[in-house]
């Protein structure tokens, strides 16, 4: 019997090849051959069918566990996990602008749930990556400090309020602390890497030191490589000497230079601790963004 898509199979040895219209004049010592090159041709279609439209590895119900098989320290509290799918050609089905609810442990052994954004696309093969900032009391934070390479995490999904479609605004503007850049950076990479999707890309990027810049490699990399279309400018509170970019916080004078200007077609997303996203949401208001000009991650 073979497999077809959509929950549909096909029994060779049944079918009246007689039926169908390149078969019907054949002479019977012929029809085996045509049986086989019937059935390879049929197979092949559905192999490429499965390719152009894989199935996610995600359940929006269930947690599925997903085994750790890199970790990658990139600064003092934060790391970069790698988690195998199924399999090598697996993907993780994770749309644009969604993310994922992680299941864990806290220091007292008590299951705690956290939402993360990936880093990776459907279009890296075979894994999908986390980027975690481990704060010292925090819950979830404990269980990814704990987590060594071979032990499995919970996650379930997709989930989440934000879709994205190439060309649904002209522009974003982002404003980002901390460990908020995942959710940033994943909608980053998918304007970017898609060549069709001239969407422009304005980032306002805070931190308190260099250090805990997370992603800065990747970051400027897009903007060498997109100037015209990607512009990241970095805010630290705590600055080195001979800083260049923004000091303190994010200020209404650096969202009216960094940020295109309030506009129909252009729109504002914020991700951060929760006093951040406050003290944004007041500047915007201030600055005409309307509240469908904003989104909250």
Known sequence: MLELPFKMSLRLSTLDLKQLPFVGNLPPELLGGAVAIFAV???AACIYYLRKNPKGSLDPKNFKEFKLVKKTQISPNSARF????????SILGLPVGKNILVSGKDSEGYEVRRSYTPITLNS???YFELVVKMYPNGKMSHHFRQMKVGDFLAVRGPKGRFSY????????????GGSGITPMFQ???AILENPKDKTKLHLIYANVTVDD???KEELDMFANKFPDQFKVYYVLSKPPNEWKGGIGYVS???IQAHCPEPAPDIQILRCGPPPMNKAMGTL???????SKMQFEF
């Open 41 to 43: 041709g049929l197979t």
């Open 82 to 89: 790698r988690f195998a799918l199924p399999t090598p050609t």
């Open 124 to 126: 890296d093969i075979g």
């Open 165 to 176: 479609k190439p060309g649904q605004v002209r522009a974003f503007g982002m404003i980002a």
């Open 187 to 189: 909608l980053i990479r």
């Open 213 to 215: 810049i997370l992603l």
């Open 252 to 254: 209404k004078d650096m």
């Open 284 to 290: 915007l208001d201030t600055l005409g963004y309307t």
